[in-house]
């Protein structure tokens, strides 16, 4: 209240409807205020997702971690995206989110509702490749403050093809075969890169030399895919600290989504 | 006309008197800026939470620091909410006691508005007739331990993107009831490989035990042992050791549970230098919630001080 008044002058003077200009030289010497509120934090784990002719997986390690400590061994960061009701029944989309676990189930949240109103609008199921750029489009509207977030989502498109987008936290977003996310990123998509993408592997019957023909990539089978993901996760639990616990891992096909849980080493 | 510029053109107060302030927004026209909490002030340590069988045990020191000062030794910080959820607050005093506000405002406006009857409190009805206090109130649906969770969690992430936070660590702790079986759709892998996932929704409505953690951030998690603060570091692999995971949790006994609590409170005594040897202790099963808040440290014994060498100066 003092400062309200205080360039009122009691002197009867002319005086104005703005606070005068303090004496520069107290104001100059004052230290910046500082924020020591940071608003994010690590919670750890990794996530990966590959797509195939008629299906994608998307799979996720379940420990939250934050700093050295384990705060449980089982948070999902696989969420179904719409279908009915808070179980997501019919639910034909999955969307993994790994970085900060509050910002991943706000974003979830949002994008379910996004979805399910899209239903409630239309009347018709929102297709993946719909559903992919508005994601991004959420992700970039927070874009000065954003979700601090590595998402990827599946689903089947309308020609029944495994759809798979990957995005980063404001928002940039692509359709791809397979990537890995999250704290193993760095130790799974090499191995991705090779055992997907068949990256450096060359036809072994052909002459040495720069004619060397590199391997096309094939349609993946389901059950080797698994195998894939299962094998990616075992090799990046050995190797990451905040890697483990147990592998949930979503399959999405026409018929629906399959869910298959496995464990990991919990060290 | 004077010699001010930034005077030049704006109404003069002589004249047309002070600026009316009133209709602006408040942030507006205080000439101080708004504070909010950088860090706190009044804190509270470790809260430690343990599922057991049938319910959930919770505890809590009775102790409010004011830095590394003592300074407050009778505050209670488990929060009874209703006879399904208790909330155990670590952090902020202050906000803390912000919250219980929201709490018990909550429950005021659940109370008043006409909450539906649910079939699935029917199951526990004819327990219901008993407790003479809780009668009417057994048919209405009211928030569960994971209702009040998802609340306080929003209410704490939506105050850390205002860069407001509630400088809190809290626990729910309670029952709630499961989902209905899972959708058709997503069927299990026959795979000999897989297992059923560990919180796996139960095949009754029965009402299950519920444990979960929120902070200032908003990040939230559930496991069947719980604890903030320095208890995440001491009381957690002590209470892990006795229950790994939820099975184990559901062949626990409430007895068992609350022995190892106590244990976990003793330790976090021995260790945690803002702690103290008075604490409160609740149990929250279908028989609703046993709240004891002076619980004295038992067997507190120091001797094993004395064996302790080799730290700082001492070179003995």
């Known amino acids: 209240m003092a400062a309200f008044t205080s360039y009122v002058s009691s002197a009867g003077q002319p005086s104005y409807s703005f606070p005068q200009q303090q004496s520069a030289p107290s104001h100059a010497s004052r230290a910046p205020i500082q924020h020591s509120f940071y608003p994010y934090t690590d919670n750890g784990g990794s996530t990966l997702g590959i797509s195939g002719d008629n299906f994608t997986i998307i799979a996720g390690d379940t420990r939250s971690t934050s700093g050295y400590n384990i705060n449980t061994r089982y948070e999902p960061k696989l969420f179904r995206i719409g279908g009915e009701g808070s179980e997501h029944k019919g639910s034909k989309i999955v969307l ?74 404001v928002g940039s977003y692509e359709r791809e075969f397979c990537r890995a996310a999250g704290a193993g990123a760095s130790l799974i998509m090499p191995f ?40 990616a996760f075992t090799s990046a639990v050995e190797r990451h600290i905040e890697v483990g616990d147990g592998l949930q891992m979503m399959i999405i096909t026409k018929d629906g989504i399959e869910e298959v849980f496995s464990p990991l080493k919990m060290d | ?25 408040q942030t507006h026209a205080n000439t101080h800026p708004t504070t909010h909490t950088q860090s706190p002030v009044v804190t509270g340590t470790s809260v430690l939470g343990l599922k057991f069988k049938d319910g959930v045990v919770l505890a809590a020191d009775n102790l409010a620091s ?61 327990a219901a007739t008993a407790d003479g206090e809780g009668g009417e109130d057994k048919h209405k ?144 099963d279908g028989k609703g919630v046993d709240l004891q808040e002076n619980i004295k440290l038992e067997g507190e014994s120091w001797a094993f001080a004395e064996g302790i060498k080799g730290y700082g100066t001492q070179t003995v």
């Open chain 2, 1 to 25: 006309m004077n010699h001010l510029p930034q005077a030049w053109g704006r109404p003069r107060d002589d004249i047309y008197g002070a600026y009316d302030h009133s209709y602006l927004p």
């Open chain 1, 96 to 169: 993994s989110v790994v970085g900060f676990a509050a910002d991943g189930h706000a974003l979830k949240e949002r994008l379910d509702t996004v979805v399910k109103m899209y239903r409630y609008q239309h009347g018709k199921e929102m297709s993946v490749n719909a559903c992919a750029q508005r994601l991004s489009h959420i992700l970039y509207n927070k874009r000065f403050f954003p979700y601090y977030v590595q998402a990827i989502l599946g689903g089947v498109d309308e020609e029944g093809r495994g759809a798979l987008y990957s995005y980063d936290p």
């Open chain 2, 66 to 126: 004011y830095g590394s000062l003592a300074r407050f030794t009778d505050v209670k910080r488990l929060k009874p909410f209703n006879r399904k959820a208790v909330v155990g607050f670590g952090g902020d005093v202050s906000d803390m006691q912000y919250l219980d506000r929201l709490l018990n405002s909550l429950d005021v406006q659940e109370n008043y508005s006409g909450a539906a009857t649910t079939e699935e409190d029917d199951g526990e009805a004819p």
């Open chain 1, 192 to 231: 991705l890169d090779n055992q997907v993408n068949l990256k450096n592997q060359y036809e072994p019957a052909a002459p040495q030399g720069l004619e060397k023909p590199q391997l096309v990539p094939q349609p993946l089978q389901r059950a080797a895919t698994e195998e894939l993901v299962r094998d």
């Open chain 2, 141 to 284: 649906a009211i928030l569960d331990a994971k209702n009040l969770h998802t609340y306080l969690s929003k209410v704490l992430y939506k105050r850390r993107s205002d860069f407001n936070p509630l400088w809190n660590a809290i626990l729910v702790a309670g029952l709630t009831t499961p989902p209905p079986p899972a959708p058709s759709t997503s069927t299990s892998s026959p795979k000999d490989t897989t297992t059923s996932k560990p919180t796996g929704p139960a095949p009754s409505r029965k009402p299950i035990p519920y444990l979960a953690y929120a902070d200032l951030l908003g990040t939230t998690y559930s496991s069947p042992t719980l604890a903030t603060g320095f208890g995440a570091h001491l009381a957690v692999p002590i209470m892990r050791r006795a229950v790994p995971d939820e099975a184990a949790a559901a062949k626990l006994s409430r007895e068992e549970a609350v022995e190892i609590v106590k244990k976990c409170m003793k330790v976090l005594f021995y260790r945690d230098a803002r702690s103290m040897n008075e604490y409160s202790l609740c149990v929250i």
